[in-house]
């Protein structure tokens, strides 16, 4: 790589940004179940309260759940919304779909629940008008940067959208005016995949970047 | 910091990764002007096409803009949405407001419209019964990969928001859809601020950690 004149970072450092992008996982097996120590925990978080947000409104709450029998109703509400997006696959697609791991809620010793508030008081309202739904981008700003924090911990985050987010509501009492984003299972790992779990149980093949890059308009391929 | 057992980054690796997280900024001044390379740019945007994304599905893509007369036509859309935006504040507000530089269009030599397939083939619909905008949170996720590779090349990156879609989409011949997920303005800078702009400028605080966590359920402040 040539050096980039003026980013304060070493070859070696770029390479270390770059390889955790690389090698970060959407983790859903492979949780050892060892105690994130908090102030591990911390760090990453603080990783996340670091994004980008507009209007500097910092819109995110991030609620850190460790009790059992709060995963254990989460975990109940994703089999019942698994059960249902099983329902829309046949034959051989539904089988490779029941191999699929899809969550590690249980397993995971600390889940996090992510919330938006997209019609925040701070910030003022700035760049809201035209796209208001940036406050809610804001938010998943934040978790890319918990991700990748915590890759380099050495802990697996994975990302459960199969769950009715009003089941989270009620668990964790979110008011009605705060958006539910994400909710992330996180724990230390045995390893991470050379590979996205979904290439290698042949779900999807991965675009290439030629394929998602155009050059100054929008090419129909 | 405790070694991150397994994580397979050193100390200083980790310390890197921190410090791009840390020291990226949302930059709409101090552009130089200088041609980004075309390699560091494509490097940029491998490490946006290397995001989680719902059932591997990839939904995003972006168009490169270099052409001077596209982005004077953005920076037109800019200036429209800009006044109506500022008609919104009054008083001390409207000055803070007015002293402000929220865009670098025309000032940094490569722009970046990104757009998102909402309802992709690609992933089978993994992940998006229950919460089908998780195809646009992946768009986002890669827009943050893409912001802190940027960050290390030495690379500012200006997310703007205070521009009609629409005007995007007639220019760069987005197809109806595809969602416009974000403007972004990237360019060599001169160096990158210690603190977020806004919060040089007066316009808003920080909130520290401790206001933006919560513990096992969500907690009215």
Known sequence: MRPATGSGFSAAERAAVYRAIGSRRDVRADFIGDTVPDDVLERVLAAANLAPSVGLSQPWRFIVVRDL????????????ANASAAAAYTGEELERYARLTLQGILEAPVNI????????????????????????????????????????????????????????????????????????CVGYVRGFADEPD???????????????????????R
Chains 1, 2 share one sequence.
């Open 69 to 80: 029998a709060s995963r254990r109703r989460v975990r109940a509400a994703f089999e019942a």
């Open 113 to 184: 629940c992510v919330v938006c508030d997209d019609d925040p008081q701070r910030g003022h309202g700035l760049g809201r008008q035209t796209m208001p739904e940036t406050a809610r981008y804001s938010t998943v700003c934040a978790i890319q940067n918990l991700w990748l924090a915590a890759r380099v911990e050495g802990l697996g985050v994975g990302w459960v959208s199969i769950i009715d987010p009003r089941e989270l509501r009620a668990i964790f009492a979110i008011p009605e005016r705060l958006t539910i984003v994400a909710y992330l």
């Open 198 to 220: 979904l290439l290698r149980a042949g779900w999807e093949t991965v675009l290439p970047l030629s394929e998602v890059v155009d050059h100054e308009r929008y090419t129909e």
